[in-house]
């Protein structure tokens, strides 16, 4: 009788090989995919994030319990005034509520105190969204909507022109959304409140602000990270209570060489204009952006539509399809009212005139980490003219 065993293990040899090599193939083909999905325009940096990569120190705790309305100003400020410059170059962008739009890849630039610049296109469509701001002017772009047109408006002309009717509030409210906010001190601030569940009021804190913008007065609502001083969302309303403007941050990360604290991902809402971005700003390079002219100027794009010199009521809304993710555009029972009138419970103490920043910019370095704040007297105060707190009970 013949011995097969030499013959089966040849061919179990030649499976186990046939085997490895199917197992290779694969892997080979998977790494193609990934590349072919990375170079289509998709984002990439998340999905296969390296699970043992390095997310950088923690944020400091820079407030505490009972903290003023002026130290959660001046740590919010602080913040702030130590960004010059703000650069990423691999944001990804979604459109929620148009779904002919696909997974966006952005270009986002700013520069203290009041330029910026978005662009997001993909591989196959090309450019989709360019919003702007320079000293002069802005303007904003969305491929897809109808009319397809660059609005632009000079600032000195945004109050009394047509620019209100389709963009009530201007693209350097995207420098707030990307944690560039300040508490001007030419406005009226009260708080801090409570905000949100009886069960999570020491996490979060609001402001709540009557400001002063080239399109009139508004009403703002500033919620905080109690502990850490991140802004996490900003609403702005109209005269009439009309919510014009709304930006949600998350997944903050702290950058232990300049020392500050800015969001990872941004959502922000114009439902007037019925636009809504989503935004992962990818990786972000702060203080080394150059200010490069053509960088602030108005894009060659046609048709444009000069918002400024047109007179209100004169045009047509702009058509797309807006998102509906967040439900409510009602205002909350301060808007409209004088900031003597709030009369909600207190974390802190309130304040009903304006106050000089207690944090100005300063373009030296700062130091890496933020000193905790901690209060320096009784918790009900409130603030004169200057932003020195008094007790309640000295006129």
Same mark, same amino acid.
């Given at each position: /009788?013949? $011995?097969?065993?030499?013959r089966?293990?040849?061919?179990?040899?030649?499976?186990?090989?046939?085997?490895?090599?199917t197992?290779?193939?694969?892997?080979?083909?998977?790494?193609l995919? /990934?590349?072919?999905?990375?170079?289509?325009?998709?984002?990439? $940096? %998340?999905?296969?994030? $390296?699970?043992?990569?390095?997310?950088?120190?923690?944020?400091?705790?820079?407030?505490?319990?009972?903290?003023?309305?002026?130290?959660? #100003?001046?740590?919010?400020?602080?913040?702030?005034?130590?960004?010059?410059?703000?650069?990423?170059?691999?944001?990804?962008?979604? #459109?929620?509520? /148009?779904?002919?739009?696909?997974?966006?890849?952005?270009?986002?630039?700013? +520069?203290?105190?009041?330029?910026?610049?978005?662009?997001?296109?993909?591989?196959?469509?090309?450019?989709?969204?360019?919003?702007?701001? &320079?000293?002069?002017?802005?303007?904003?772009?969305?491929?897809?909507?109808?009319?397809?047109?660059?609005?632009?408006?000079?600032?000195?002309?945004?109050?009394?022109?047509?620019?209100?009717q389709?963009?009530?509030?201007?693209?350097?409210?995207?420098?707030?959304?990307?944690? /560039?906010?300040?508490?001007?001190? &030419?406005?009226?601030?009260?708080?801090?409140?409570?905000?949100?569940?009886?069960?999570?009021? &020491?996490?979060?804190?609001?402001?709540?602000? #009557?400001?002063?913008?080239?399109?009139?007065?508004?009403?703002?609502s500033?919620?905080?990270?109690? %502990?850490?001083?991140?802004?996490?969302?900003?609403?702005?309303?109209?005269?009439?209570?009309?919510?014009?403007?709304?930006?949600?941050a998350?997944?903050h990360? *702290? *950058?232990?060489?300049?020392?500050? =604290?800015?969001?990872?991902?941004?959502?922000?809402r114009?439902?007037?204009?019925? +636009?809504?971005?989503?935004?992962?700003?990818?990786?972000?390079?702060?203080n080394?952006?150059?200010? &490069?002219?053509?960088?602030?100027?108005?894009?060659?794009?046609?048709?444009?539509?000069?918002?400024?010199?047109?007179?209100?009521?004169?045009?047509?809304?702009?058509?797309?399809?807006?998102? $509906?993710?967040?439900?409510? !555009?009602?205002?909350?029972?301060f808007? !409209?009212?004088?900031?003597?009138?709030?009369?909600?419970?207190?974390?802190?103490?309130?304040?009903?005139?304006?106050?000089?920043?207690?944090?100005?910019? =300063?373009?030296?370095?700062?130091?890496?980490?933020?000193?905790?704040?901690?209060?320096?007297?009784?918790?009900?105060?409130? +603030?004169?003219?200057? !932003?020195?707190?008094?007790?309640?009970?000295?006129?």
């Amino acid at each position: /009788m013949t $011995n097969d065993k030499p013959r089966q293990k040849a061919e179990g040899g030649r499976r186990k090989i046939s085997r490895g090599a199917t197992q290779r193939q694969a892997k080979r083909l998977l790494l193609l995919l /990934m590349i072919v999905f990375c170079g289509s325009g998709a984002s990439c $940096n %998340r999905a296969f994030r $390296n699970p043992f990569a390095t997310t950088g120190p923690p944020a400091p705790e820079v407030l505490q319990m009972g903290m003023s309305l002026d130290q959660v #100003v001046a740590a919010v400020n602080q913040n702030a005034s130590r960004i010059v410059s703000y650069q990423t170059n691999n944001a990804s962008i979604t #459109v929620p509520g /148009m779904p002919g739009i696909p997974l966006l890849r952005g270009n986002i630039a700013a +520069l203290a105190p009041g330029k910026v610049r978005l662009q997001a296109s993909t591989t196959f469509t090309g450019p989709e969204v360019d919003l702007g701001s &320079n000293d002069e002017l802005f303007w904003f772009w969305v491929k897809r909507n109808e009319p397809p047109a660059l609005y632009f408006s000079r600032h000195d002309q945004f109050a009394n022109s047509a620019a209100k009717q389709v963009m009530p509030i201007e693209p350097q409210w995207l420098l707030d959304a990307l944690g /560039m906010m300040q508490f001007s001190p &030419n406005d009226r601030h009260e708080g801090p409140f409570p905000h949100g569940p009886s069960s999570q009021r &020491n996490g979060e804190i609001e402001i709540r602000s #009557v400001i002063q913008t080239r399109g009139g007065q508004m009403s703002k609502s500033t919620i905080i990270d109690a %502990r850490r001083a991140w802004v996490l969302e900003q609403h702005v309303y109209d005269a009439s209570g009309t919510l014009v403007a709304s930006t949600r941050a998350s997944k903050h990360r *702290y *950058y232990p060489a300049v020392g500050v =604290s800015l969001p990872e991902k941004i959502e922000l809402r114009l439902p007037a204009a019925q +636009l809504s971005l989503s935004i992962n700003v990818g990786t972000v390079q702060l203080n080394t952006l150059p200010d &490069n002219p053509a960088l602030w100027s108005l894009p060659a794009i046609t048709p444009q539509i000069d918002l400024g010199t047109a007179a209100p009521g004169s045009l047509a809304p702009i058509r797309s399809a807006g998102s $509906n993710d967040w439900t409510t !555009g009602a205002s909350p029972a301060f808007v !409209g009212l004088s900031p003597q009138s709030f009369s909600n419970t207190q974390l802190g103490f309130q304040s009903s005139v304006p106050f000089t920043s207690v944090v100005p910019p =300063s373009p030296t370095p700062a130091p890496v980490a933020l000193a905790p704040v901690v209060p320096q007297g009784p918790i009900t105060q409130r +603030l004169r003219p200057g !932003g020195v707190a008094i007790p309640l009970g000295v006129r």
